[in-house]
């Protein structure tokens, strides 16, 4: 079992950065695959991005790509999301996901998919 916390969320402007955090206890880290959820004001969860077990395959989904990075440092357990050049339309409270997969595998955009979820950071972004 993983137990997720994601961490580094708050208030940031228009064209700022912040970096996400995403801390797995447990010893099978590195048998998962990570995304990235947000859920804005009154939407749908949607789908961020992912990355695979090594971090050698990622993808994004087409309203961050370009501006968010994912990355993983398996030795700490953690997984970064890297946000830059924010926008107030990324404000939403972000999740992240673990995924039993294969060694290159990586889950797709459905929120199905995942095995365990964190409680979520909260991003605001003024304009």
């Known amino acids: 079992q993983v137990q997720l916390v994601e961490s580094g969320g708050g208030l940031a402007q228009a064209g700022g950065s912040l970096r996400l955090s995403c801390t797995a206890s447990g010893r099978t880290f590195d048998r998962y695959a990570i995304g990235w959820f947000r859920q804005p004001p009154g939407k749908e969860r949607e789908f961020v991005g992912a990355i695979s077990r090594s971090g050698g395959r990622k993808y994004y989904a087409d309203s961050v790509k370009g501006r968010f990075t994912i990355s993983r440092d398996n030795a700490k357990n953690t997984v970064n999301l890297q946000m830059n050049m924010l926008k107030p339309e990324d404000t939403a409270v972000y999740y992240c996901?673990?995924?039993?997969?294969?060694?290159?595998?990586?889950?797709?955009?459905?929120?199905?998919?995942?095995?365990?979820w964190g409680q979520g950071t909260q991003v605001t972004v003024s304009s």
């Open positions: 996901a673990a995924a039993l997969t294969a060694v290159l595998g990586l889950p797709g955009r459905d929120r199905s998919e995942y095995d365990y």
